[in-house]
């Protein structure tokens, strides 16, 4: 059922007002200090913002993915550092127990995740398994009724922070074609050694680090779903995350937008304002295009998910053309500002080095065509194409 008009409404106020009275003010600072104020994650915590994507009966707000979409195109327009606090929480630290979780799993973790007292992490990537997410090397060795797992995680974020890990595992690493048949698993667990963090080109306040799992034991009720179909769970969470990237990346766009223009009507050359120059206009023009092209699409294909439909291939696309979207729309506000987007006076930089990682994390634009291309090769072989 769609969510509340009036609700979402007043919801979606809130964090207009959340975003621009208190995460705005403090961009600045929170890039100076790579920290977000734990004053503002309160504010987080107190919107509900942490539990927007978690059932109602667990203590979150259960928002449909129409309306987590429009939540986040709001949170995109400061700094994505802020979203990045509960943006684990909201997406892939959690949404594998939301999926799959037992009934007992869920009672025991998702109050705390909802509430923003549990951080939740997802511990996919590896050194050598990223876009390759069958490739990984973790294991988790069944002895009695525990999981002892052996690994190294790598650029996961909030890791430092976080209290569980969805972390997939390969549970029968020895098995002659192991990797064909793609047997990762998944179980909230927590890491054996400290998070080593690391410097990164944007996103200040925002942490992403390696976990090593050192015979870790994890108690065997802690598996998501059925041994051996971790996989499967791991591509249902990134279908939901990647359109709530989107949403975020298309957020930054807005705000670039905003940003382009009202320095644009400000600032003068060759005797006039240079919103009045076309090529100026130019590049504010198909940055709107765009953005608003990607904001139909991100709220077309939620619409269709929370309609019950398979959104792979949309989740896939949207993400492809938002977050390159973004990436051009933070070039060309450079360009409009000149040397002014150049200089860290104004952020625009920042947004620069900021949206780069959209085109990268839960998947790169290249895995986002290989998907596209493999769903539509499937629906043409199946004649539903
Ligand atoms: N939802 C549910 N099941 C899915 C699925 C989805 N979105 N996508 C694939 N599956 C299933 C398939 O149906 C298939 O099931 P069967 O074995 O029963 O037929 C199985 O999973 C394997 O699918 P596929 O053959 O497509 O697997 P590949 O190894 O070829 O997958 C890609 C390749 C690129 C799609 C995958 O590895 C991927 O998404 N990589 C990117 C991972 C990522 O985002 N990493 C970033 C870090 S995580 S923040």
């Given amino acids: 059922m769609p969510f509340d008009q009036e609700v979402r409404d007043a919801l979606i106020e809130q964090v207009r007002r959340f975003v ?14 790579d920290e977000v104020p734990q004053s503002i994650v309160d504010e987080m915590k107190n919107l509900g913002l942490f539990g927007i994507a978690v059932p109602e009966e667990y203590g979150g707000l259960q928002l449909d993915m129409e309306t987590e979409c429009l939540v986040a195109l709001e949170l995109g327009q400061t700094s994505p550092a802020f979203r990045s606090v509960a943006g684990t929480n909201i997406g892939i630290g959690s949404q594998a127990l939301v999926l799959f979780g ?52 790598r650029y996961i974020t909030n890791a430092n922070k976080a209290d569980i890990f969805t972390t997939m595992a390969r549970t029968n690493p020895d098995e002659p074609g192991a990797r064909a048949s793609r047997p990762l698993s998944s179980g909230g667990t927590r890491p054996a050694s400290p998070s080593v963090c690391r410097k990164k080109m944007g996103q200040q306040g925002a942490h992403i680090c390696d976990v090593i799992f050192e015979d870790a034991r994890v108690p065997a009720a802690n598996m998501i779903g059925k041994e051996g179909e971790g996989f499967k769970v791991a591509m249902s969470v990134l279908d ?53 092209a990607a904001e139909c699409m991100i709220l077309d294909a939620a619409r269709r998910r929370d309609a019950g439909e398979d959104v ?20 060309r506000a450079v360009q409009v500002f000149g040397g002014a987007g150049y200089v860290a006076d104004y952020g625009i930089e920042r947004f620069y080095r900021d949206v780069r990682i959209f085109r990268l994390y839960e998947g790169t634009s290249q895995i986002q065509q290989i998907i596209i291309a493999r769903e539509l090769a499937r629906a043409a072989k199946s004649g539903k194409l």
């Fill in 312 to 331: 792979t291939l949309l989740a896939s696309s949207t993400k492809l053309f938002a977050t390159e979207a973004s990436g051009r729309v933070a070039d």
């Fill in 20 to 33: 621009t009275e208190i995460c705005v003010p403090a961009e600045a600072q929170v890039s100076e200090t």
């Fill in 102 to 153: 037992t009934e007992e799993q869920k009672q025991r973790w998702l109050p705390g995740v909802a509430s923003g007292d549990l951080i939740a992490s997802f511990a996919l990537t590896e050194p050598e398994a990223g876009s390759d997410a069958a490739g990984l090397k973790t294991k988790a060795i069944r002895d009695g009724d525990h999981y002892v797992l052996n690994g190294t995680k």
């Fill in 240 to 292: 939901k995350g990647r359109l709530h990237i989107s949403a975020v990346a298309t957020g930054v766009s807005k705000r670039l937008i905003r940003e382009m223009v009202n320095y644009a009507l400000e600032r003068k050359q060759f005797g006039k304002p240079i919103m009045e120059h076309q090529l100026i206009q130019a590049m504010i023009a198909d940055s709107q295009a765009e953005t608003y």
